[in-house]
């Protein structure tokens, strides 16, 4: 484990310093969605890094390594979103607790989608990118959903249905919230078997 924390320290630090200028230096919505932004890039590139390293066989059960690495890994993002939110919350004008609990829901594509990714094409960069896009195609088949219920002017509505207002969560909200929690569950279950795949190999 101390290797481990050692090997991802770096992208760690990093998790809690891209998001810190758009916290300090814009101080509206828009500064706070760019530093969830952020903050998501920096938790998907931990998780990343971390499966991105060659991965070496040994004695341990490959299901027992899988899963001392993820606890290592959900340590680490749960570290990182205390001080994040902690940093949100005392350096912005307003206590934003929304932000703070879309911060921690962050955590879940990151630790469970990642992996797949970071295993498949061995770049932490475009497993970063690849788990950015399947969220983002998880608001776009929300949308699509939304236009076949409400029809084409669905935004024409007051508020429009194409909004995503947390507060007061809409089908669209929902429908993300769904589906985004369906990937992850079925992608975090295709890197455990791909991790054990490759660790068996080498070993």
């Known amino acids: 484990m101390n290797k481990s924390l050692r090997h991802i320290f770096p992208a760690w630090l990093g998790s809690i310093l891209l ?48 899963r001392s690495r993820m606890r290592t890994l959900g340590m680490a993002l749960i570290a990182a ?14 206590r934003d607790y929304v932000a703070v609990a879309l911060a921690f829901l962050i955590l879940i594509p990151s630790l469970c989608v990642v992996p797949h990714f970071a295993l498949l094409t061995r770049r932490p960069l475009a497993a970063v990118v690849f788990t950015l896009c399947t969220v983002l195609g998880m608001k776009l ?19 429009p249905y194409t909004d995503m207002p947390w507060t ?28 054990c795949r490759v660790y068996d190999r080498a070993a």
């Not at 979103?81 to 307003?94: K, Y």
Request: hydrophobic share 55%; with cysteine.
């Open 141 to 159: 088949l929300g949308c699509v959903v939304v236009v076949l219920v409400y029809g084409w002017h669905a935004d024409a509505h007051v508020p």
């Open 19 to 66: 998001p810190l200028p758009a916290i300090v230096l814009w101080r509206s919505n828009y500064g706070r969605t760019i530093a969830l932004c952020l903050f998501f890039i920096g938790c998907a590139n931990l998780v990343a890094r971390a499966f991105g390293q060659e991965i070496v066989g040994d004695v341990e059960h490959p299901k027992q390594v899988w």
């Open 168 to 195: 007061h969560p809409n089908l669209l909200v929902w429908l993300f919230w769904l589906f985004t929690a369906i990937i992850s569950l079925s992608l975090y279950v295709m890197g455990e078997r791909r991790f």
């Open 81 to 94: 979103f205390a001080i994040f939110s902690l940093l949100l919350l005392v350096l912005s004008d307003t």
